[in-house]
């Protein structure tokens, strides 16, 4: 699995409601695991998420692209950063949530989602040090399921033909 991450985030303020403080201070919205259907499980709000709120962190083993295509049979919970800044000795890593994770690994993909990933960058003086955050990209309604556009715009999903991308 691919996420977009949109964001690089660093230089904070070290006051005010800044993307790395509102993800240092942890979740404050509770949220619902919910059976999707075919989907499998998901994330559903119960309150009103307001528009560019931090709404989770991803969290797993943080493992290197090699390693990821090592551990094939179980890549669902894999968040790849890939389309990131984040290489390190030109091994790409993977945020692997498949043994060590949270909640936020049961959100689902869209084509049109309403959540954002953002790489933030958590300590001022190592690029190392980073984090990927979860923002809601509008206000989210009370019971709507939490999604994620999976799929960068320069990486084609397996089902996608000639550009086209097959949407859920
Ligand atoms: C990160 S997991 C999300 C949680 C997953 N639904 C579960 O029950 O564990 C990613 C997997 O969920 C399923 N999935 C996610 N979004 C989907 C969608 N829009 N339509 C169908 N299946 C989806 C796919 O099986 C995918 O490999």
Redesign the pocket.
């Known amino acids: 699995?691919l996420h977009k991450v949109t964001k690089v985030e660093q230089n904070q303020r070290p006051s005010g409601n800044s993307t790395r403080q509102t993800l240092v201070e942890g979740r404050q919205i509770p949220l619902v695991l919910f059976w999707?259907g075919?989907?499998?499980?998901?994330l559903r709000t119960i309150f009103k998420i307001p528009k560019n709120v931090f709404v989770g962190e991803y969290v797993g083993e943080v493992i290197t692209f090699a390693e990821a295509k090592r551990r094939n049979k179980h890549t669902?919970?894999q968040f790849s950063l890939a389309t990131a800044i984040t290489k390190l000795d030109n091994k790409f890593l993977v945020i692997d949530a498949t043994s060590l994770g949270n909640e936020t690994?049961?959100?689902?993909?869209?084509c049109n989602p309403n959540l954002v990933a953002k790489l933030v960058i958590t300590n001022k003086y190592s690029e190392h040090d980073f984090r990927i955050g979860f923002y809601s990209m509008r206000d989210i309604e009370p019971g709507e399921e939490l999604?994620l556009n999976?799929y960068p715009t320069n990486v084609k999903p397996k089902n996608s033909k000639k550009g086209r991308t097959k949407c859920?």
């Open positions: 699995m999707e075919r989907k499998g499980w998901g669902k919970y690994r049961f959100i689902n993909h869209s999604t999976y859920w």
